[in-house]
């Protein structure tokens, strides 16, 4: 493939103002907000910063279901106190409350009332969901990524079937491809060579590790997972100042962006701080480790005009769209045609492309999350302007056509006739507003309500809130520092006195046919609604 300058996408700068092609799509607004919210049950101390803090919730991760949108929203810093929510796609108006998915017992990590071992979520920064109509959420395990950086589980993911909202798969990695200062961020699935009557079940998945730079690999219908890296993956550090319109800010992430060309079998990826995208073949991910003294073929596809996260790729034809910040616009590119154009550009609306998702099920339609990500991070937030968005761009991607075929993965209410009056689920309550305790006293929560308001989600002995003497660390070892600004030291080999891992260092699990992790066994797959603890 040749690589070609993503400049010439944006050559019709003049003075400081971008010129659209013509016939440029329209863009709407999905929604918007100024800060987030959440539907608290009444025994969550919404009040306390260290638990909610509405100026450190930022979202990173999109995804769009037939009858809800998801978001992830990871814990940089505290006060984040659900990482997976959903919103109806019926909802009408700006703000909506955001619903802990698929409820509150999966975010204990916020409240410090946690167990590793239990199904639970601690920071996931994306979603993707599958031609299964599952969710499966990547949980990097780390809390306070842009302070402390204090890795609280080990990473996994965890595969939701969204007929059910119940866990049908955990996937926990081996410590061989977990490195000290891992920073799991993306994935992409990939089921291209999955059959139908394994369920999505024998897919490959691609994931993408930040902060130590790498792609791991996990390949699903053999329960293998191997890592490989190459130093494209590494941020550059001639582009490790963004800037956004007059915002300056410096962040030396690794390998972020992932985006998925299924026709062709390629996979693009970026750093954060760089002005490259770069690709490899699944042939080569799917190749297994890298023998000694090989590397990865990798290749340089082009040039951007700034640094970006945001990647897509349209499920046919390969488009990529792509997102440069310093412009503040929305753009794609055609490998095979050298096709450029210019989608959107809008100051405001347009600063920080998080996340690019062109969903099979919506069509033609681009998805795209923008956040003002810069000033959270610089601490330099407006609170009443609108800081985070959901827009959509029609008529720009090429449906592969695959889901027409699958009507029984779409829910049974269709997402049209939902209204705003129809946000909560039956059986959620709408909580009751906590009420924070009076001076002197301590931070225990009231005891169960005798009336029809639920009881507690956590905390039934009263501990204290952000104290929880039975959860422990499982990694026990020391937090490592602040990992930003520190480049990795690359890939290590797999010792040769290791046998029980296999020559070629792949990992395999246990048992093939469940899932384990301390007794908890989950089967690999199972028929819609019958998602059962084994």
Known sequence: MRAWSFLAALCCLSGGVLCLTDGAPKMDVVKQWNLLNFNFPWDYPASNKQFFNPENVVVTGLEVGYD?????????FSGVPATVSSIPRGTNGDSPVLQAYPDWTHHRAATKEYNCSDIGLVSVYRLRIDSCNRLWALDAGVSRSLEDYEITCPPKILVYDLHTDQVVRRIDFPPEVVRGESLFTNLIVDETGSRPENNCDDVFVYISDTVAPGIVVYDSGKDLTWRVSHPAMYPDPDFAESSILEHRFTLM?????????????????????????????????????????????????????????GLAVSPRGGTLFYAPLSETAIASWNPRTNEHRILAHDQDKIQFAADLRTPDRDGTALYVLTSKFHRFFLRNLDANEFNTRILRIDGVVNPSGQLATQSHLRPTVP????????????????PVPYKPLPPGQSMALPPPASTSTPIGLFNSQNIPFGQNPLAKNPLDKPKPSYPFFSLNNGEKNFPPSRPSYGSVGFVPKINLNFNDNNLLRYRKSLPVNQTILH
């Open 68 to 76: 809800r949108i998801f978001l992830a929203t990871p814990r940089l």
């Open 253 to 309: 992430d690794g390998i972020v962006g992932l985006a998925f060309d299924m026709e062709a079998g390629i996979v693009y990826f970026q750093p954060l701080a760089t002005d490259r995208i770069f690709s490899v073949t699944t042939t080569a991910l799917r190749a297994g480790p890298l023998p000694f003294g090989k590397e990865l073929a990798v290749k340089l596809v082009g040039r951007k005009s700034s640094q970006g996260i």
């Open 415 to 430: 997402y049209e006739t939902l209204t705003g009056n129809a946000y909560y689920h039956p059986s959620v309550v709408i």
